[in-house]
């Protein structure tokens, strides 16, 4: 089982910042997902930027959500 989610930032450009229950810390690029389905609120970076932790993963207030092992796999170790 890869690491999970214990804190979440939203950035700029649908980046999110992430640290993970092995203390590494991860960016990743939502902008994939922007404007497609349970996605498609996300458009909105006020709306984009109440994301939060939840049950190790990252979720938005209308339930959208990310696999926690995506996030981890396909985001980008942080200098």
């Given at each position: ?11 700029n ?8 229950t092995?203390?590494?810390?991860k ?42 092992d ?10």
């Amino acid at each position: 089982m890869n690491p999970r989610v214990v804190s979440v930032k939203a950035e700029n450009d649908h980046i999110l910042l992430l640290e993970f229950t092995n203390g590494e810390r991860k960016r990743f690029d939502v902008s994939p997902y922007i404007g497609k389905g349970v996605f498609m609120p996300l458009v909105d970076a006020a709306f984009f930027s109440n994301v939060k932790v939840v049950l190790g993963t990252v979720q938005w207030p209308n339930g959208a959500d990310l696999c926690p092992d995506t996030l981890y796999l396909d985001s980008v170790i942080m200098n």
